[in-house]
């Protein structure tokens, strides 16, 4: 069974950073690429970044890019954000999911990923 377990939200001021987790296991890490979504009330799912484990590049959304890098710890089954200069706008349930990493070229859309985390919150205060 895969599973996937997010941690590391929490409360944190305006400015500041925080480092979320996603924790894999009953697949083969290096097959998958990784995406980070969130959502925030009475919104959308959106894609945040992607990792392929296979070759290790990444993708962010214009959003987040230059604040959050995403990266992969193949012998942990473990692909981490960080996230750095939080803004309140960042307060969301953020999500890590799974797909293959074929024909990456961006953040794929929600619809893409195969297998989901529950999710840990982030909230960020002004």
């Known amino acids: 069974e895969v599973q996937l377990v997010e941690s590391g939200g929490g409360l944190v001021q305006a400015g500041g950073s925080l480092r979320l987790s996603c924790a894999a296991s009953?697949?083969?890490?290096?097959?998958?690429?990784i995406g980070w979504f969130r959502q925030a009330p009475g919104k959308e799912r959106e894609g945040v970044s992607c990792?392929?484990?296979?070759?290790?590049?990444?993708y962010y959304a214009d959003a987040v890019k230059g604040r959050f890098t995403t990266s992969s710890d193949n012998a942990k089954n473990t692909v981490y954000l960080r996230m750095n200069s939080l803004k309140p706008e960042d307060t969301a349930v953020y999500y890590c999911?799974?797909?293959?990493?074929?024909?990456?070229?961006?953040?794929?859309?929600?619809?893409?990923?195969?297998?989901w985390g529950r999710g840990t919150q982030v909230t960020v205060s002004s």
């Open positions: 999911a799974a797909r293959s990493p074929m024909d990456l070229v961006h953040v794929p859309p929600p619809k893409e990923f195969d297998y």
């Open positions: 009953g697949l083969i890490f290096d097959d998958y690429a």
């Open positions: 990792i392929s484990n296979s070759d290790g590049r990444t």
